[in-house]
């Protein structure tokens, strides 16, 4: 009887590790974690492949401009990234799904004085690599 029930909470717990969560799900747990300063590989572990080679180009151009490394680049920007998100104040309007892309869309505040952009909108593409991926973000107002 114990048997069958450690097997059944195995089970269960086994079934929870494959939920898919949504995009929106996805994309507020990323927002959450930049504000609290994450690394570059956990930033990299929310990207779509397209992202991360988009990226890679920018991080390449800026190393060879700023004549440093890539890594030296990701330590020289990481930490402005962690004050912007936390500059950023989002409130969810949308979310759309067609298949295996996503659209959301939110209202965005700056409330820090000092980045102060005042107000727009931030819609965020995603779409599913076995798994929701952020694939482009973009701002206007």
Known sequence: MIK?????????LSFR???VDSPR????????????GMTFNKIYSYYSKSNKKRNEEILSTYASQMKMTREEVIEFFLPSLKVEAKCEETKFVTQEIDGSIALLEYEL????????EGEGKLLIRLINENGWKIDKMDSYD
């Open 4 to 12: 069958n029930i450690v097997l059944l909470s195995l089970f269960i």
């Open 17 to 19: 590790s494959y939920a």
């Open 25 to 36: 799900e996805i994309y507020e747990d990323y927002e959450k974690n930049q504000k609290l």
């Open 109 to 116: 505040t700056n409330i820090c004085e000092e980045l102060s």
